[in-house]
């Protein structure tokens, strides 16, 4: 009996030894040990959020000619615009969504590469993670030409989130069946990806001056507008809706990993509401975005603020 005990107290030691060992492994960040407080603003807990992300958006193709609606809403509509948004210092795609949908620098979530091997999501989840926990009432979608976003970074955090092979075409249909449709649901937080342009860029070259990267670029303006328009009749009914337009990275060549080249570690940032301040003299970057949607929709989280990057761009 008494062998029996000792053999279960000596198990139970090297469990409790082993929990200790594991744990040092895998630490998690003192954020997580913290108390949590969560704080969610009534009067803004109905706000709704559309955030799309072109994918190789170089800055100096935000032309009049190339983009004429987006160019006419940078110098008209009351937003935040900016032309050298900063990418990651590791500018491929992988790290660079990652960092826009979890708010932290890649050396935090630690994807490095399109690869997403060694990926810390657990701990630096994405901002839909967040929303799925602390308000669990909202709806949200995400509609992805790139399939690693949902398969990778949003996996399990969002409400409907397909991973089905799509094109660009694809998402913005089906971003229409959701905003006007509310097919198959209707989204509180809808996020789009289009790829197009980076496929493009890499076939043909990211350039201002090369017209398949034109003519890719003069259709993404149309769904530009036409979501726009949606987006406009939606606070005509009485819905509060912000508007983020946002990517990951530039390019030159056919390429865009020379992180040192402006023409690829600067991009687009657009954030419009007709009603709200927005910083000034401010150069964001990809972990402003969530945020910017967390001060929104009037969620404070003392564990993200505890391990995020960025700053909302809200005044
Ligand atoms: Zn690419």
């Known amino acids: ?149 949902n398969q990778e970074i949003l996996f399990g955090d969002v409400d409907y989130a397909p991973i089905i092979s799509s094109n660009d075409s694809l998402v913005f249909e089906r971003a229409k069946d959701l905003l006007v449709n509310s097919s198959p649901i209707k989204p509180d937080v809808l996020f789009l990806h289009f790829d197009e342009l980076d496929m493009v860029g890499h076939n043909f070259g990211f350039s201002p001056t090369t017209p398949e990267y034109i003519q890719t670029l ?16 939606k606070r005509l009914s009485g819905e509060n809706w912000l508007y983020i337009v946002v990517s990951d990275h530039g390019g030159d060549g056919t390429s865009h990993g020379d992180s040192s080249n402006p023409k690829i570690n600067q991009t687009v940032l657009f954030v419009e509401h007709p009603l709200l301040s927005f910083r000034t003299d401010y150069v964001s970057n990809q972990t402003d975005i969530v945020p910017t949607i967390f001060d929104y929709i009037g969620l404070s989280s003392s564990e993200f603020d505890c391990k995020k990057d960025g700053l909302s761009i809200l005044e």
């Open 1 to 149: 009996m008494i062998k029996g005990y000792l053999l279960f107290f000596f198990s139970g030691l090297i469990f409790l030894l082993c929990l200790q060992a594991c744990k040092q492994d895998n630490a998690p960040p003192e954020c997580d040990l913290i108390n949590q407080l969560v704080s969610i603003d009534s009067l803004q807990i109905e706000n709704k959020v559309l955030l799309i992300g072109i994918d190789g958006f170089r800055s100096d193709a935000m032309t009049e000619e190339i983009t004429p609606y987006l160019f006419q809403l940078f110098s008209a509509v009351n937003c935040y615009k900016n032309l050298t948004h900063s990418t990651e210092e590791d500018t491929y795609s992988g790290p660079n969504w990652s960092s826009i949908l979890t708010g932290v620098h890649y050396n935090k979530h630690n994807v490095i590469d399109n690869s997403f091997e060694g990926s810390r999501f657990d701990f630096y989840p994405s901002f839909f993670n967040y929303l799925k926990r602390f308000i669990p009432s909202m709806k949200t979608a995400s509609i992805v030409n790139w399939l690693p976003i």
């Open 218 to 233: 003069a259709v993404l303006d149309s769904y530009l507008e036409s979501l726009m328009g949606i987006i406009n009749d």
